[in-house]
């Protein structure tokens, strides 16, 4: 079983900062691509931030030169360092990874649970 379990959410004020942290854990393989997605009141999941096995990162335009995602492949453990909040960052962020259960099992996505980041003065 694969489980994600993502941590450091909370309450900030606007111009704070806020570091989360998704470790994947289990009987797994592999672990591939990592990611951050959000998702607001009434509005649809999107997409934060991803790194690549490699360390490529891709970032939603608007979290740039803001948000840093970062990765310990030996911990499994993804982060996102969130800098400069700003209220419309609120919202229940997700973790995500491909992972890879065996040599011959092929990258599935998994999720977490959600922690809930609400920027408000």
């Known amino acids: 079983q694969v489980r994600l379990g993502e941590s450091g959410g909370g309450l900030v004020q606007p111009g704070g900062s806020l570091r989360l942290s998704c470790a994947v854990s289990g009987s797994i393989f592999s672990v591939s691509t990592m990611g951050w997605y959000r998702q607001a009141p009434g509005k649809e999941r999107e997409l934060v931030a991803t790194?690549?096995?490699?360390?490529?990162?891709n970032y939603e335009d608007s979290v740039k030169g803001r948000f840093t995602i970062s990765k310990d492949s030996t911990k499994n453990t993804a982060y996102l360092q969130m800098n400069s909040v700003e209220p419309e960052d609120t919202a229940v962020y997700y973790c995500n990874a491909d992972v890879a259960l065996s040599r011959i099992h092929p990258y599935m996505k998994y999720w977490g649970q959600g922690t809930q980041v609400t920027v408000s003065a």
């Open positions: 790194i690549s096995r490699e360390g490529k990162t």
